[in-house]
């Protein structure tokens, strides 16, 4: 069973969220589908082990070979990004039930869970196939499940921004489709390894040009780059708090997973970075989508849209790490996937457990809930300093190598850049922290009670990661070493 | 011959798309759309003979099925109350949401 | 000697047209049937992708010698579905807009959010 | 035989499509709806029947002839039905005969579909 | 309506280049079934439009940029149809010159469809699921509103209900031609299903076949009458087990010691197992897509009624009027 791992972490979720069906009563659908989630994360474990220990991991399906067949290729990459989406998608599920209880209609649950799985699916499929027309379809799995849960919100802007990012999204994935195609008709195949043999002959060509192009436009869409960011902030702020928490962890990290996987592997670095200006671009782009977004989110007065910015700034970040396309760039891009995917999941989590017990994510409502909801309030006060990036936190070993990264290649207005955006950050932190901590609770609301521990255990779980991940970082920054090594073609 | 009645019919099926934009009533509309669609049945078949792939025939006999459903689909939604009185309906569903 | 070309610039075409819906319009079905245009011209580029000169449709009998690529028809079955499945989810989260909204004009849409938006601020 | 089967076939081919065509000059030419729905309605019935069968007549095997024959027979069924709908539709709508100006009731409806 | 005329002229289009199994599927859905369910979301949203358009500038600009970008794209393409092409030369000759004795199944769309590339199809039935899944959980009434909605239709409200009766008298001819005819779709619909290996078709055409033919039969004879035979409940099981069936054949070749959807170990022959696998994928694919189609229909037209009934309870003196017009148009 053990040749088979890679192909069970899809199925098992795909198949479970028919299932979730037939079980129909709330709670056990939330407790069969934690389980399949547990047994995902478990999965992913073992598929890092075996591919730290052993090296890239391949599985062909049906039995046929690459290219005529479809196949799964695992690296070290991969199997990083398969760990991050399950424990997200685990820890998160844990307190969903309690959540969306509030959130939701109980005659909605059991499709809610059902549609959870399934974006989970897609997410895996995306990260785990080595054939890019299947990214596509299982790219459609987790956006059109992503555009039905952001849909599921009780605000009605819910609903337009869940169209919003639907129109987005379409037109994004069919970019994707028109690049693939465009691969498609100069290589004759559609398995990535094969593409990038098969496109060294054909690497000057004008269609292999516009077909980079496609593919990088689809993907930034789908990625939330700083000008293309426009269905972000509303689908973040008026999903479920669940969904929010999930998709703000995972769905932009696919996407940097896309961009890497597409410029480092198919297309390769020199063409990447020699055929467009990308390296530019993606800086200037970067930055200007941390300053644009951190000062946005200062100004917004929903906490769901201040870490929704928050966002946007935070994968300008990674693409800053990207654009320095030197191993110890790269490696910055991707422990701060991990770390990010900790910290904003924590963050979210706790505003859903805030959003359980006052009803509303609305930064006047915050008034004196450090004193009636301390646990919760802490978790989000620690989530946000590994936000701004203080020592000791996760936050600051990713800012750290990406400082390194940029000081490295001499880019110091880069890495001066990167230092000032921490600091707007620390000012919509401390707007948070002021009102909750410093203003007395409001009058005439009775008083809040802490959240339950549904709640508590996931965050806190996540902030103790955030914390222990800061301090001892011997096993994420050995894994996305390795990976961007092998990305740049270094054997370690 | 063959050839000819394809000819003839492409030209039957632009005087129909001609119609179809031009109106002016609902039912004109309809009605082409419906004329449009058994020449696309037509066309299909003969198509098939003139590739020597009679394989072709299945997809006329769905085109045939799916052309009579969706016109009786407009039908029925056109019959529909909101259909005829759109515009004179949004004014209370307006009101009674907020 | 660009003609050998054509067929792609009708689905550069179409693409536009398509593309130019969904940006332009405000009404908010219209952008979903400029969506479907926008998807079918890539539809359309695939298939002329696979088609060969005399060749024949993709299914083996005698006396054929030489048939379309079968790859891309597959590839837009599932991207058929994969769009259908949109078109229905974009037209069901159009159905609840305008339940909740009153309306689907995209401006319209917009200027109610501004409103709810500064009630909850003030 | 076969010679006579395909100077059959072809001339109920040209018939067919020349119906067909006559047909859908109509459409265009006509006054108003109900006289159009007359012209498709009738040639749109028969000039479809007159091409099928000329394609029977040329079909190479059984299986063929039995799906033409299908076609036909929905072709049959399917086109007087939608007319009589079509019609009927219409009239319920207030959609009146005109002859001379055709700018009734309906025709000042958007009708953008 | 113009969509219709659209889905049918591409999919013509696919007929002249070969494309069989794509312009099945494009007749049935981008003609019948993406039309219908358009026609149905706008009887619900109203057909008014504002004239003005917003941003055109930016706009035709964006799309002239992509567009530019394409033509600059294709300027180095191999021509239209030539063999040379590389598209024609690596993977694709494999599937045409070996599927035969590799599957066993004439049509290679099918082949590759339902065997090569597996998976994709298998992702494909997912996102079919996740559309049905996702409409569900947008549209569906609670279902507590809607007995109590039965329940006053059937005691206080006859008049209602009796004019939708008259409706359904008025379409005499159509309903029972319609009778006559729905058996024969749904045969056809069978034998596109079986009939999959060898000429164009297989289970999502005839899904959606199906689908059709019961949503004729839903429009014509009220939501309610087909409600009772395809209960929202069943039909969604019928989804999961759909989906289900196909990802486990893959899990029994898993047993089976093969790799997942590996269909030469299901049985003792490869291409007998080829064949088991194959129609049972489909059979999975098909009852997935009748289900999703129908679920998306039903709740669709089900939230029209429901809107309908309450616009005609919130305003009497609406419902009056169109009762008087309607009377006018029975006497005429």
Redesign the interface.
């Known amino acids: 069973m053990l040749a088979h791992l890679p192909i069970l972490q899809v199925i098992v979720p795909l198949m479970a969220a028919p299932l979730c069906l037939f079980l129909n009563r709330s709670k056990l659908v939330w407790l069969f589908a934690l389980l399949v989630s547990a047994f995902t994360c478990a999965n992913s474990i073992f598929l890092l082990q075996q591919v730290m220990s052993s090296g890239t991991i391949t599985y062909q399906l049906g039995g046929w070979d690459a290219p005529w067949g479809i196949e799964y290729r695992i690296d070290e990459l991969n199997a990083l990004l398969l760990l991050i989406i399950s424990t997200i998608g685990t820890v998160v599920l844990f307190a969903a039930h309690t959540s969306i209880q509030k959130e939701l209609a109980e005659d909605r649950h059991t499709l809610f869970y059902s549609l959870y799985l399934l974006s989970i699916t897609g997410m895996f499929g995306i990260v785990s196939t080595g054939d890019l027309f299947n990214v596509f379809v299982f790219l459609e799995i987790s956006s059109l499940s992503a555009y039905a849960l952001i849909g599921l919100g009780k605000d009605r802007r819910a609903l337009w921004a869940a169209y919003q990012y639907l129109i987005m999204g379409t037109i994004g994935a069919t970019f994707i489709l028109i690049g693939i195609g465009l691969l498609y008709q100069m290589t004759g195949t559609l398995n990535m390894a094969d593409i990038a043999s098969r496109l060294a002959e054909v690497n000057q060509t004008r269609t292999v040009f516009a077909a980079f192009v496609f593919l990088i436009v689809g993907v930034c869409l789908k990625l939330a780059l700083f000008p293309l960011h426009l269905w972000l902030p509303n689908a973040y702020a008026y999903a479920p708090s669940i969904v929010t928490a999930f998709l703000a962890a995972t769905a932009t990290k696919v996407a940097v997973y896309l961009l890497i996987r597409l410029s480092f592997t198919i297309f390769g670095i020199e063409f990447s970075f020699s055929s467009l200006p990308l390296q530019n671009l993606f800086l200037v782009l970067g930055l200007v989508g941390i300053f644009a977004a951190s000062t946005a989110a200062i100004y917004k007065t929903n906490v769901k849209h201040i870490f929704a910015y928050s966002s946007i700034a935070q994968v300008g970040y990674m693409i800053v790490g990207y654009a320095i396309q030197t191993p110890t760039g790269l490696m910055a891009t991707l422990l701060h996937l991990f770390n990010h995917a900790l910290m904003k999941s924590a963050l979210f989590l706790a505003l859903g457990a805030v959003v359980y017990r006052i009803g509303s994510a609305q930064l006047s409502q915050f008034q004196g809930l450090g004193r009636q909801m301390p646990l919760t309030m802490a978790a989000i006060v620690v989530a946000g300093l590994s936000l701004i990036g203080v020592p000791l936190t996760v936050g600051f070993v990713s800012k750290w190598y990406l400082l390194v990264a940029a000081v490295e290649v001499g880019m110091w207005p880069v890495a001066v850049l990167v230092l000032l955006g921490s600091l707007l950050a620390v000012i919509y932190i401390w707007r948070i922290v002021e009102i909750a901590y410093f203003k007395p609770p409001l009058p005439g609301r009775e008083p809040v009670q802490e959240a339950p521990w549904t709640f508590l255990a996931p965050i806190w779980a996540l902030v103790l990661a955030n914390i222990y991940f800061g301090i001892d970082t011997r096993l994420s920054v050995q894994v996305a070493q390795a990976a961007s090594q092998s990305l740049f073609g270094i054997n370690p | 011959?063959?050839t000819?009645?394809t000819i003839?019919?492409l030209?039957?099926m632009?005087?129909?798309?001609?119609?179809?934009?031009v109106?002016?009533?609902?039912?004109?509309?309809?009605?082409?759309?419906?004329?449009?669609?058994?020449?696309?049945?037509?066309?299909?078949?003969?198509?098939g003979?003139l590739?020597g792939?009679?394989?072709?025939?299945?997809?006329?006999?769905?085109?045939?099925?799916?052309?009579?459903?969706?016109?009786?689909?407009?039908?029925?939604?056109?019959?529909?109350?909101?259909?005829?009185?759109?515009?004179?309906?949004?004014a209370?569903?307006?009101e009674?949401?907020? | 000697m660009l003609l050998g070309l054509y067929n792609y610039w009708i689905v550069v075409l179409l693409m536009m047209i398509g593309f130019y819906i969904v940006i332009a319009h405000g009404n908010l079905i219209k952008k979903l049937v400029g969506l479907t245009i926008f998807q079918t011209s890539v539809f359309i580029f695939y298939i002329s992708m696979g088609n060969v000169d005399s060749g024949?449709?993709p299914?083996l009998?005698e006396g054929v010698a030489r048939y379309s690529n079968p790859l891309p028809h597959v590839l837009i079955l599932t991207a058929i579905v994969v769009g259908i499945a949109t078109t229905a989810l974009g037209l069901a989260l159009v159905v609840r807009i305008k339940?909740?909204y009153?309306?689907i004009e995209e401006d319209e849409i917009q200027i109610q959010d501004q409103l709810t938006e500064d009630k909850t601020s003030c | 035989m076969s010679l006579i089967l395909e100077i059959g076939?072809?001339l109920c081919?040209?018939l067919?499509?020349?119906i067909?065509?006559s047909?859908?000059?109509g459409?265009?030419r006509f006054p108003d709806?109900y006289t159009?729905?007359h012209a498709?309605g009738v040639t749109?019935t028969l000039?479809?029947g007159l091409?099928?069968t000329?394609?029977m007549l040329?079909?190479?095997d059984g299986l063929?002839l039995l799906?033409?024959i299908?076609?036909l027979l929905?072709?049959l069924f399917?086109?007087p039905?939608?007319?009589h709908?079509?019609a009927k539709?219409?009239l319920?709508?207030n959609?009146k005969p005109v002859l001379d100006d055709?700018?009734d009731k309906?025709?000042d409806?958007p009708?953008k579909? | 309506?113009?969509t219709?005329?659209y889905g049918?002229l591409s999919?013509?289009f696919f007929?002249?280049l070969d494309a069989?199994d794509v312009?099945?599927t494009e007749?049935?859905v981008g003609?019948?079934i993406s039309?219908?369910l358009m026609?149905?979301a706008?009887?619900?949203t109203?057909?008014?439009e504002a004239p003005k358009r917003h941003k055109p500038l930016l706009a035709l600009l964006v799309v002239f940029i992509t567009g530019g970008m394409l033509i600059y794209g294709t300027l180095d393409m191999p021509y239209f149809g030539s063999f040379d092409a590389p598209v024609h030369q690596h993977v694709a000759p494999r599937y045409i010159n070996d599927s035969m004795q590799e599957v066993g199944v004439p049509n290679i769309v099918t082949s590759v469809l339902g065997s090569y590339r597996a998976f994709d199809t298998l992702g494909e039935v997912a996102v079919i699921f996740t559309a049905g899944i996702g409409v569900l959980s947008l549209l569906s009434l609670p279902l507590r509103r809607r007995s109590s909605k039965l329940d006053e239709s059937s005691s206080e409200n006859s008049s209602n209900s009796s004019q939708k009766d008259q409706?359904h008298e008025q379409h005499m001819v159509?309903r029972i031609v319609?009778k006559v005819?729905i058996p024969f779709?749904l045969l056809?619909a069978l034998y596109?299903q079986f009939?999959g290996d060898f000429?164009?078709?297989g289970g999502f055409?005839a899904g959606v076949?199906f689908a059709?033919?019961i949503?004729?039969y839903a429009?014509?004879f009220g939501l309610d009458t087909a409600r009772r035979v395809f209960n929202q409940s069943i039909i969604q099981l019928i989804a999961a087990i759909g989906l289900l069936l196909y990802a486990s054949v893959g899990v029994v070749s898993l047993f089976n010691g093969g790799n997942f959807l590996d269909y030469n170990v299901l049985a003792a022959d490869p291409i007998a197992g080829q064949h088991i696998g194959i129609l049972l994928i489909e059979l999975g694919v098909g009852f997935t897509v009748t289900a999703v189609m129908i679920i998306i229909f039903f709740n669709f037209a089900g939230r029209?009624e429901a809107?309908?009934q309450?616009?005609?309870r919130?305003?009497p003196e609406?419902n009056v009027t169109?009762a008087n017009s309607t009377e006018q148009k029975g006497g005429e």
């Open positions: 011959m063959l000819a009645a003839a019919i030209v039957v632009l005087l129909a798309i001609i119609r179809c934009v109106g002016p009533t609902l039912y004109d509309r309809i009605l082409a759309f419906n004329m449009f669609g058994t020449k696309t049945v037509l066309l299909i078949s003969i198509l003979f590739m792939r009679p394989e072709f025939l299945d997809i006329a006999l769905v085109y045939a099925l799916i052309n009579f459903i969706s016109v009786i689909g407009v039908l029925r939604f056109s019959d529909s109350v909101e259909f005829k009185h759109s515009l004179q309906q949004q209370p569903t307006k009674d949401k907020q | 024949s449709a299914i009998a339940e909740s009153g309306s | 076939s072809g081919l040209l067919g499509s020349f067909c065509l047909g859908g000059v459409i265009l709806f159009r729905i498709v749109d000039g479809a091409i099928l000329g394609l040329i079909s190479p063929v799906k033409l299908m076609i929905f072709t399917i086109n039905t939608a007319s709908a079509l539709a219409a319920r709508n959609l055709s700018s309906g025709g409806k009708s579909l | 309506m113009l219709g005329i049918l999919a013509s007929v002249v069989v312009a099945f007749a049935a003609a019948g039309g219908l026609l149905a706008i009887t619900m109203g057909r008014s409706m159509l319609s005819l779709i056809f596109v009939h000429g164009p078709g055409q076949i059709a033919a949503i004729l429009m014509l029209r809107q309908q309450a616009t005609e919130n305003s609406l169109q």
